[in-house]
């Protein structure tokens, strides 16, 4: 059954995963493929090395190297699950699954003192008067207005 190394608990986008395969002694070698949620990873991102002869001289064994920048599309559910399969022919074949959660920012809670509401004006809102009345009742804004909620209170800035 083939083993990975080097796989840690968790992963954040763009930390480097840097894993190795190897098989169990065989002869022929066998050969080795990796799964990244099931589907294989771009070529350049396998290191893949001749098989190595054992003190046994007749058993081989298969060594194969995965490198990459984790992204956000590598989890799904927040799990990456990542498979390195061994095969000889089509009479062996066998696989190992290891998995590693996404290591997310904590968010923390926080809560101001007050609630703010930001709504500004460059004008002021319908319904609104300001200024100095004018002989026929209206009300006249000079220059621009700049208005602030905050919670309940309204303060405004004249020009």
């Given at each position: 059954m083939p083993s990975?190394?080097?796989?840690?608990?968790?992963?954040?986008?763009?930390?480097?995963?840097?894993?190795?395969?190897?098989?169990?002694?065989?002869?022929?070698?066998?050969?080795?493929?990796?799964?990244i949620n099931d589907r294989q990873p771009l070529k350049a991102h396998v290191r893949t090395y001749s098989p190595f002869d054992t003190n046994e001289s007749e058993?081989?064994?298969?060594?194969?190297?995965l490198q990459f920048l984790v992204s956000h599309d590598h989890f799904v559910s927040g799990k990456l699950k990542i498979r390195c399969s061994a095969s000889i022919y089509d009479i062996y074949w066998q696989s190992t699954e290891v998995s590693a959660e996404e290591d997310r920012p904590r968010v923390i809670h926080y809560e101001p003192a007050a609630t703010i509401v930001g709504i500004n004006y460059l004008q002021p809102p319908p319904?609104?008067?300001t200024g100095q009345k004018k002989p026929d009742g209206q009300v006249g804004v000079k220059g621009n207005v700049f208005f602030t909620f905050w919670r309940r209170n309204i303060f405004a800035l004249l020009d």
């Open positions: 990975i190394q080097g796989l840690k608990r968790k992963y954040r986008v763009d930390d480097p995963l840097r894993l190795n395969c190897t098989s169990g002694r065989s002869k022929p070698a066998a050969n080795l493929t990796w799964y058993w081989q064994i298969s060594q194969i190297g319904n609104f008067q």
